[in-house]
């Protein structure tokens, strides 16, 4: 399968493995590949002031950096390697840009955006954030070397990851070098995806399921995935796969609950002011339009045209 595409946020354009294709994959809401792309200097958008409640954000930065504030006072940047567990639970208002050195100087970006979903239980928990940075994600490599996992969520190679899920889940970047061929242990119960985001090769056993960039492999029946790469390229996959929650779910917008009146709920809290608001909103939203305009100018917003 491959990944829809579309412009998210202040205008970036997206691959949507999970929300596009593939609606839902529980307990899996959405899967954002945004980048690789390449700004100039004033060009660089990101997603200005916006509302969640009802489930997780996890931002996963391969190139480039992003500052993140909240209404919750929370405030940090997150530079290449870092990952950003958010529970956003009752609600916050929170917005991802552009660092100031890529607002300035330009550079690459690219990274990753998943949204999982909540109990019932837990979606008016309070909010919480883990910043974590790549020298504290587990990295472990096969006995041969050809294979390294990047172990974000879960466990890989006898290998636990440090941050802490509500929901049980796996969620691996896998690095395989030309040829080489690995197979993950994943719970029979789970469901997940192989979101191949960089080079080529197969899924499954065998060589009859070619892939490349931007495509996918919903797992089936089984309690392993084998996936190989190319013999003349390196392949890089994230294997994300959790439990089903088996809950009703309603989604609106930022907001994903187990019913609709909770829904026009969270549209009230949010529009009287319960979430809270950040300082400074106007500026951005000012910025994302200037960034636009100047990438209309240079020709790179044609570019990304869909």
């Given at each position: 399968?491959?990944?829809?595409?579309?412009?998210?946020?202040?205008?970036?354009?997206?691959?949507?493995?999970?929300?596009?294709?593939?609606?839902?994959l529980?307990?899996?809401?959405?899967?954002?590949?945004?980048?690789?792309?390449?700004?100039?200097?004033?060009?660089?958008?990101?997603?200005?002031?916006h509302?969640?409640?009802?489930?997780?954000?996890?931002?996963?930065?391969?190139?480039?950096?992003?500052?993140?504030?909240?209404?919750?006072?929370?405030?940090?940047?997150?530079?290449?390697?870092?990952?950003?567990?958010?529970?956003?639970?009752?609600?916050?208002?929170h917005s991802?840009?552009?660092?100031?050195?890529?607002?300035?100087n330009?550079?690459?970006?690219?990274?990753?955006?998943?949204?999982?979903?909540?109990?019932?239980?837990?979606?008016?928990?309070?909010?919480?954030?883990?910043?974590?940075?790549?020298?504290?994600?587990?990295?472990?490599?096969?006995?041969?070397?050809?294979?390294?996992?990047?172990?974000?969520?879960?466990?890989?190679l006898?290998?636990?990851?440090?941050?802490?899920?509500?929901?049980?889940?796996?969620?691996?970047?896998?690095?395989?070098?030309?040829?080489?061929?690995?197979?993950?242990?994943?719970?029979?119960?789970?469901?997940?995806?192989?979101?191949?985001?960089?080079?080529?090769?197969?899924?499954?056993?065998?060589?009859?399921?070619?892939?490349?960039?931007?495509?996918?492999?919903?797992?089936?029946?089984?309690?392993?995935?084998?996936?190989?790469a190319?013999?003349?390229?390196?392949?890089?996959?994230?294997?994300?796969?959790?439990?089903?929650?088996?809950?009703?779910?309603?989604?609106?917008?930022?907001?994903?609950?187990?019913?609709?009146?909770?829904?026009?709920?969270?549209?009230?809290?949010?529009?009287?002011?319960?979430?809270?608001?950040?300082?400074?909103?106007?500026?951005?939203?000012?910025?994302?339009?200037?960034?636009?305009?100047?990438?209309?100018?240079?020709?790179?917003?044609?570019?990304?045209?869909?």
């Amino acid at each position: 399968v491959t990944a829809h595409q579309q412009r998210e946020g202040g205008g970036f354009i997206v691959k949507r493995p999970i929300g596009g294709e593939v609606s839902e994959l529980d307990p899996f809401l959405l899967l954002d590949h945004f980048g690789p792309v390449e700004y100039g200097p004033g060009e660089a958008v990101g997603a200005p002031d916006h509302p969640h409640r009802g489930f997780e954000t996890v931002s996963y930065i391969v190139s480039g950096s992003m500052q993140h504030k909240d209404s919750a006072g929370n405030s940090g940047t997150l530079s290449e390697g870092w990952v950003q567990w958010m529970t956003a639970g009752s609600g916050v208002v929170h917005s991802e840009m552009p660092s100031d050195d890529v607002i300035k100087n330009g550079g690459k970006v690219e990274g990753f955006q998943l949204w999982v979903n909540l109990r019932a239980e837990d979606k008016m928990i309070s909010p919480r954030y883990q910043d974590t940075p790549p020298e504290k994600i587990p990295v472990k490599a096969t006995a041969d070397g050809k294979v390294t996992v990047k172990v974000i969520a879960g466990e890989s190679l006898g290998t636990s990851a440090n941050i802490e899920t509500r929901t049980p889940i796996m969620y691996l970047d896998i690095h395989l070098k030309e040829g080489a061929s690995f197979t993950q242990d994943v719970p029979k119960e789970y469901k997940g995806i192989l979101y191949v985001w960089r080079g080529s090769g197969y899924l499954g056993e065998g060589t009859e399921k070619n892939v490349k960039m931007g495509q996918m492999g919903v797992m089936g029946e089984g309690d392993s995935v084998t996936m190989t790469a190319a013999d003349d390229e390196e392949m890089r996959v994230l294997l994300i796969a959790g439990e089903p929650l088996n809950e009703n779910v309603v989604r609106s917008g930022p907001f994903v609950m187990n019913t609709w009146a909770e829904i026009q709920q969270a549209y009230s809290d949010y529009q009287s002011g319960k979430l809270g608001q950040i300082e400074g909103a106007e500026e951005r939203y000012a910025a994302t339009e200037a960034a636009k305009k100047r990438q209309k100018e240079s020709g790179r917003w044609r570019q990304g045209d869909l």
